[in-house]
């Protein structure tokens, strides 16, 4: 409320100087409207006109230093049928606005990528789903769909299973501003996955070499577009979990509590302790799990077998931990809209305690295998280094950002859960290269495992879900006695029940949006009446950073930038 | 060959990682060049983008050449009835086995290889590979 006023006045105050005066005049800015949402969002509605003099400001002022998402939200039924989202975080103060403008079809906005190089991609997805032009973006090609696909599959008329075939793999080719180091020679065309060891069946490298040494590069990605929010769409709430786990299947059960968290927020519902404290358990664990297979793996790449086979043994320890909870290994969806799926079974949390005295030896071990190990460090000392402005501007999160030198993590700055009764640190690197992006994993792993243990010494009682019917299925045992069919999420069609419902309709926005740490990045999921995508982004700086390296030091530095994404 | 795209590629990495060790069974070299690979696991989800890279891989393998369909998607598309997922990779190569689950466990696709190695010891006919053709919508890549 505060900053919504903050931002009111700030703005007014820019429109009357003089060069805010020709960018944003009065009669536009009397078009603004400022408001909070009920579950406390600042959001901020514009004509399309001002999007460029509004971001240049915010960027400017230093009021933004991120652009977390650009996504659409398409209104079939209204006159201008689509809203541009616009998601902006402060490193500094960790405020956040959502800024909404209302586009027509066939009308245009102006592309905010010079303002944020992070909008680059996603102005390209929110082309590619919506069909929405961004004026003045420098490549407004498809992202995620292939070359062949014709529609814009996220809007509400393109029907969820009308699958187009591609008919042969895009040809290799590159942005309009890819730059070409050493012109004049004779290039060799060279295409590194999407079939590669190193880039995980999800990444394509299309490069342009001279000997070793890469003389430009360009990325495609998309090849594991698996359309989860269209899925989202055409299913209830509680039916969506499981397309949580496998957005990024390393590390499922962080993917079940960010969408399971926002939900929540909507329904304006609270957790009760007991699933609070399994859900910053099971965090815990898959950030561990996640960092065991993005070292493991990339430690094969580099030539270094032993990590790979030592650390899954470790992995295989917290699989058997699922196991007992739920009965699967790695697709686990274990949370509920309300809480857990049901009660952690007698003595898991010693064994949980008993599993992180084994691992913690285990990461010693790694620590002694690599950190010291010369051939390791020279093969990952400089590559990829990144400034820490840099990394901003590009939109890293997650370790990678922490790896640049920018402490930035959500648990610490805006605590969820019980994450603000725990003692634990943020470690955080210097130069932001695969060297530093290890340490930092390695540290984390550390910082996890002391979270672990200070939870599952001190497991509060109580029941693991709430019991409101309207949102969570009694248990088995009771539907037995009552067989009557209860309003709830589960039951006709996704509209959440009476009691919600009255909270939604206060919402004006009709979006919710929640955060948490992800192992490897941030996801933000956002939930809105008719359905919006999030897209991640620690890789579109893949093209600009390659130029003029070797071959095999674009390869090391991949590993580490985690391309697994669902 | 392994051909990782998703979640079943990570249960791959526990395939032939220490606990269920496919070395046990006689496969163990994991061949990142199809020219050097006569088995080619197809471990998770394949879109319609990546379909004509699959097709092409295969074609690159040499004679004689198997493939296992490792999980619910890339048997059927599994729970992505939608618009850029491949509902299926028998759609485009010839499947020797498929192995259910999602993922399938380490021991389902312990017992998917032995079923291939059983099925080669034996010379089980195999005419969906015999009368395999590249499908009419996926052009050659040359």
Redesign the interface.
Known sequence: MEQIENLKSDLSQFASGARGAEALPPQTLEKFKFFTTPVGDDVLEIPREAVTALFRHLKESGRYDFVMDVTCVDYPTREKRFDVVYHLFSSKTFSRLRVKTQVGEGETVKSITGIYRAANWFEREAWDMFGVVFEGHPNLTRL???HE?VGH?LRKD?????????????PLHFAPDAKLVGEGRQLVPLNIG????AT???LRVMAEIDGETIARAGVEI??????FE??AETHPYNQVI??T??LN??SAPLNNVAYCKTVERMLGVEIPPKAQAMRVILSELSRVIDHI?CIG?NAVDLGALTG??HL??Y??MV?TLFEKLCGA???VSLTRIGGMANDAPEGWFDDVLDTVKKIRAGVDTLDGLLTGNKIWQQRTQGVGAISAEDAISWGYTGPLLRAAGVGLDLRKSQPYYIYDQLDFKVPVGTTGDVFDRYLVRVAEMRESLSIIEQVCKNVPAGDYTIRDKAIVLPEKRSLRQHRRPHESLYVGDQRASSSCRRNLRRDRSGQWRAWILLGERWLGTSVSSQGSPAVLLNLSIVPGSNHGRTIGRCHRDLGFDEP?R? | MP?????C???L??VM???YDLARFGAEVVR?SPRQADLLIVA??I????????V??YEQMLDPKYVISMGACASSGG?????????GIDKVVPVDVFVPG??P?PEAVLDGIMTLQRMIAEHTPRPWRENWKRPA???S?L
């Open positions: 995620l769909t292939h696909f599959p393109y029907d969820a299973d009308h699958q187009q075939h591609c008919s042969v793999a895009m999407p079939s590669h060891p995980h069946g999800t998309g090849y594991l577009h698996r359309c269209k899925m499981p397309y786990d496998r299947y390393c297979v793996a790979f086979f899954f043994t992995r295989e699989y290994r790695l697709t697994d669902g | 051909y990782g795209t998703a979640c590629g990570i249960e990495m526990s990682g220490p606990k990142f998770g989800t879109t319609e983008k990546m379909a004509p890279i699959l092409h891989i729970f992505y009835r939608s618009y850029h997922v491949l509902q999602c993922p466990t919508f996926i052009k890549p």
